[in-house]
């Protein structure tokens, strides 16, 4: 079974610096997607980026951007120029391609802090 | 409005009551799916439905029952409450057909406190 893993429980960053969040997954598959999602204190699940696994290219959404490792099974999100409201929990997510009979795997999240 | 929605948003209930949370959507699509969160566990598929007809359990279903009324709407029962079901309860929606990786689009998330 795949299992997704969010190292830093914790982070804080100030506001207009760059801020990475880790996340790691295992898996035996060559073909699946990949996610962020951003949970403000709203509670709202919000989809932040996704990355197709057949794809060479970094997925960006203006200030968020990944760094996709397939080899080593990395999946790090960039927040640039950091804005008070990027403070939230962010999750990282696999989803397998083949089955979709499969769920989703969430990681545990990581709770990021924007100081001012 | 919202496109996925939820009901109730909070909910505080006694050990042994039965307790149903309602999700509809106007995305249209035709997967939908309840999850749990547990803080430090991110989020848990509890059951999913891939249309009216076909649903299935997750990987936390014990517990839990749902039912499919219809496409848009999807509900989730709790026969007898217990302490340990205090958790946010998200539901979602997914179209496999429309190139996302069969993104999950999530409702607002009810919050169920079980005394």
């Known amino acids: 079974a795949q299992t997704v893993t969010q190292s830093q429980p914790e982070m804080s960053v100030q506001e207009a610096e760059t801020v990475t969040l880790s996340c790691t997954y295992d898996t035996s598959e060559s073909d699946y997607y990949l996610f962020w999602y951003k949970q403000p204190p709203s509670r709202q699940m919000i989809l932040v980026i996704r990355?197709?696994?057949?794809?060479?290219q970094n997925a960006t959404e203006n200030r968020f951007s990944v760094n996709f490792q397939k080899a080593a099974k990395s999946f790090s999100l960039k927040i640039s120029d950091s804005q008070l409201g990027d403070a939230a929990m962010y999750f990282c997510?696999?989803?397998?391609?083949?089955?979709?009979?499969?769920?989703?795997?969430f990681g545990p999240g990581t709770r990021l802090s924007v100081l001012p | 409005d919202a496109d996925v929605t939820q009901t109730p948003r909070n909910r505080i209930t006694k050990t042994g009551k039965r307790i149903m949370l309602e999700c509809s959507q106007t995305k249209g699509h035709d997967r939908m799916y309840w999850y749990r969160q547990d803080p430090g566990l991110g989020l848990r598929l509890i059951y999913y439905s891939f249309d009216v007809k076909d649903i299935n359990k997750g990987e936390i279903s014990d517990g839990y029952s749902v039912s499919r009324q219809a496409q848009a709407k999807f509900s989730l029962s709790l026969e007898s409450a217990i302490p340990n079901q205090t958790a946010l309860y998200f539901c979602?929606?997914?179209?496999?057909?429309?190139?996302?990786?069969?993104?999950?689009?999530f409702g607002p998330g009810t919050r169920l406190t079980v005394l």
């Open positions: 997510a696999y989803r397998s391609a083949y089955n979709y009979g499969q769920n989703f795997v």
């Open positions: 990355q197709e696994a057949y794809k060479q």
């Open positions: 979602a929606t997914s179209d496999p057909g429309a190139g996302e990786g069969d993104t999950q689009y």
